[in-house]
């Protein structure tokens, strides 16, 4: 035992008697300087009372017995309690700061007062202990502190990934159905909806990275679920927020991603699902794409039934299919531009940069490879069909 301890042992013992009092002034000090604990919203005046007053005892303890191993349950419940309140952690720690400011004063006050000069030596001599002591119990709150926040991320990202799964399936967990999920997932109601399929870089490795963070920044809401091979999104799109959603995917697209058209009715959410899968499967394979599905109701009949989908390719463009590839996507890509541009050749030219003419000419080569016209309306339905399943045919 240091000459110093006994005198450091009898300021201990007096602030022991005196922590009520202690506990008191910290709190008052703290609601005057700090208006987060003014407000007693997040943290009520009783519990930084209790608070104030657990971790002054832990100090004075260990004044009082400085060689003594420190306990450090009464930070450390400090930290985590605050963590679960979401109070700011700068807030917690200066709260502390004004604690242990309040307990330094007063015991300094009171060496000077009982005029023994060896009580205010040993208390000055012993500052850096006792600062030491501060810092490592300022540590154990930040510890605590971070450490129940990352529980508490952790458990709110799997719930959120609970309930994003409950609404792709369509099968009701214990809260309720779909618009009970949506619910606590924050999905504003009545607004529209897009669903995201992109695959993983590697293993359960999310190929778009903090992405819900992302979109959050510009005020739009989503639900994320990862899979081992996929990362799952479901997404509320604001007036305006479209064009929004496809470039924040697009900026930040390290794989194929398929993209639902929009929707309205939760209970389409697994169908949503179905035609985003079906949408990154059009992609080729190793390419980071984000491509949308077509959301002419014609191209989501065809994506219900795959199998379907190929047989009528198979068997209405059989012979454009075989042949050769640049030939092919020629065929094809002027298929796709007379339909969409109303059955005009001029309308088809202009977005395929070429003549009308040769507008028609591929189309008479296109009529004579399908027996299929266009000017007839079931004729046209067929390629039609026929074009989209080809569309929807996974890329290899």
């Not at 004063?105 to 005029?115: C, F, R, S």
């Not at 999905?187 to 490795?205: K, N, W």
Request: glycine letters at 6%.
């Amino acid at each position: 035992m240091t000459d110093t301890e006994p005198d450091l042992a009898q300021l201990a013992a007096w602030a022991e008697g005196q922590l009520p009092e202690l506990a008191e002034n910290a709190c008052t000090a703290i609601v005057a300087k700090m208006p987060f604990y003014r407000a007693g919203v997040v943290v009520s005046i009783a519990d930084l009372r209790r608070s104030v007053g657990h971790n002054l005892r832990f100090l004075v303890g260990a004044i009082r017995e400085p060689h003594a191993p420190l306990d450090l349950d009464a930070p450390r419940e400090t930290g985590r309690r605050r963590a679960q309140q979401s109070a700011p952690l700068p807030e917690v720690l200066q709260a502390y700061r004004i604690s242990f400011a309040t307990l330094w004063d007063a015991l300094l006050a009171h060496a000077k007062e009982t005029g023994e000069q060896s009580a205010s030596d040993a208390l000055l001599s012993a500052a850096s202990l006792i600062w030491q002591v501060t810092d490592e119990h300022a540590l154990a709150v930040t510890e605590a502190y971070r450490a129940a926040t990352a529980e508490l991320m952790l458990a709110r990202q799997r719930r959120r990934a609970a309930l994003v799964e409950a609404l792709l399936t369509g099968q009701p967990g214990p809260d309720g159905g779909p618009w009970e999920a949506a619910s606590l997932l924050g999905l504003p109601p009545g607004g529209q909806l897009l669903v995201v399929a992109a695959e993983t870089r590697a293993l359960a490795a999310e190929s778009l990275p903090a992405i819900e963070r992302r979109l959050s920044e510009r005020g739009v809401v989503s639900g994320w679920r990862l899979t081992p091979a996929l990362q799952l999104g479901l997404v509320a799109v604001a007036a305006g927020q479209e064009e929004v959603v496809l470039t924040l995917l697009r900026d930040g697209v390290g794989a194929r991603t398929g993209v639902s058209p929009l929707y309205s009715n939760l209970s389409d959410t697994p169908r949503a699902l179905q035609l985003a899968r079906t949408a990154m499967a059009t992609v080729p394979v190793g390419r980071a794409e984000v491509r949308r599905f077509d959301p002419s109701p014609l191209a989501a009949l065809i994506a219900i039934d795959p199998n379907e989908g190929r047989r009528i390719a198979e068997a209405v463009l059989g012979s454009v299919l075989a042949l050769p590839a640049d030939d092919r996507t020629v065929l094809l890509d002027t298929l796709h531009e007379y339909l969409n541009h109303d059955g005009s050749a001029e309308h088809a030219a202009r977005a395929l940069h070429c003549h009308a003419n040769t507008v028609r000419y591929r189309l008479r080569r296109l009529q004579e490879l399908t027996g299929r016209t266009l000017s007839d309306p079931h004729d046209a339905a067929e390629l039609a069909s026929a074009w989209y399943a080809v569309q929807l045919s996974p890329s290899r």
